[in-house]
């Protein structure tokens, strides 16, 4: 079964407008991290966000936010005011404990995002 | 950019050699992980090292190997190389163990390794 799910592989905004990416989640643990990246088209990977398990306040940082329900399991990504330079792939990713022998990370198939003028 | 190098940045090789990729963290971090990027695997955690000790094996190969020098630069070795080995291979670096808020991966440019 697939640990991180992103249902969206391709989504259109257009410039100045609000756009949530879907990421829902599957693990047994009571202690994880969500995590989001973003990868334009020269490859690199970027950190956006970061979302704990225990935090009860939903992460923001910028015109990023992550919307989180966890009874729902899912983390949501939402970029407000969209930018051109948003144009990239998105990709949730999750950190599962594993005490103090380090941790299990998976992440999710990516949704694309094409920010349109 | 993140902090994390990584050499080369592009690789081009044969079936059955052997490679060896170079990952020098941010200063401060003491892990280092290793992400193998392909396009119909995505992304896929390989292996993870805190401060010179394997901690954390995801979907690695046999034939991959990797480790952490005293220094806290990582290598990650591909040996008997096999077309399907082609990929993206990132090095990610973080402060501590990954178990925190604060353990934020940051992730270098990746070294792109084509096996002709």
């Known amino acids: 079964a697939q640990k991180i799910t992103q249902t969206q592989p391709g989504m259109f905004v257009q410039e100045k407008e609000a756009v949530t990416l879907d990421c829902t989640y599957d693990t047994s643990d009571q202690s994880y991290g969500l995590f989001w990246y973003k990868q334009p088209s020269s490859g690199e990977m970027i950190f956006l966000i970061y979302q704990g398990s225990y935090d009860e306040q939903n992460a923001t940082e910028g015109r990023y936010s992550l919307n989180f329900q966890k009874a729902r399991k899912s983390a949501n990504l939402v970029i407000s005011a969209s930018q051109l330079g948003d144009s990239a792939m998105y990709f949730c990713?999750?950190?599962?404990?594993?005490?103090?022998?380090?941790?299990?990370?998976?992440f999710g198939p990516g949704t694309r995002l094409s920010v349109l003028p | 950019d993140s902090g994390v190098t990584q050499t080369p940045k592009h690789l081009i090789t044969a079936t059955g050699q052997r490679v060896t990729l170079r990952c020098s963290p941010r200063?401060?971090?003491?892990?280092v992980y290793w992400y193998q990027q392909s396009l119909d695997q995505g992304l896929q955690f390989l292996i993870q090292y805190y401060n010179g000790e394997e901690r954390a094996k995801g979907n690695i190969l046999e034939r991959f190997s990797a480790q952490q020098f005293p220094d806290l630069h990582s290598e990650l070795n591909l040996s008997s190389l096999e077309l399907g080995d082609s990929a993206l291979y990132f090095c990610a670096s973080s402060v501590g163990l990954g178990g925190k808020s604060t353990d934020t991966q940051y992730f270098g440019p990746g070294t792109r390794l084509t096996v002709l």
């Open positions: 990713a999750m950190r599962e404990g594993r005490g103090n022998y380090g941790q299990n990370f998976v």
């Open positions: 200063s401060g971090d003491l892990s």
